[in-house]
């Protein structure tokens, strides 16, 4: 399954990337809020059965 992410929402993306290469609290932020999504999803997973992610 491939998105599609509309021109306006990938030059808002980019411009977001930018900001957060050269500011090392945000990268920090950035880095915590992705793990702590991964933690989320890991978890959300698990509690459906699925504990090898790569079978999806």
């Known amino acids: ?15 977001r990337q930018t900001v957060i290469a ?13 793990a702590s999504l991964a933690s989320a999803l890991a978890e959300a997973l698990r509690q459906r059965g699925i504990t ?3 079978v999806l």
């Open 1 to 15: 399954m491939t998105a599609t992410i509309p021109q306006e929402r990938r030059e808002l993306l980019q411009q």
């Open 22 to 34: 050269v500011n090392s609290g945000l990268q920090e932020r950035e880095l915590l809020k992705q």
């Open 52 to 54: 090898d992610p790569s």
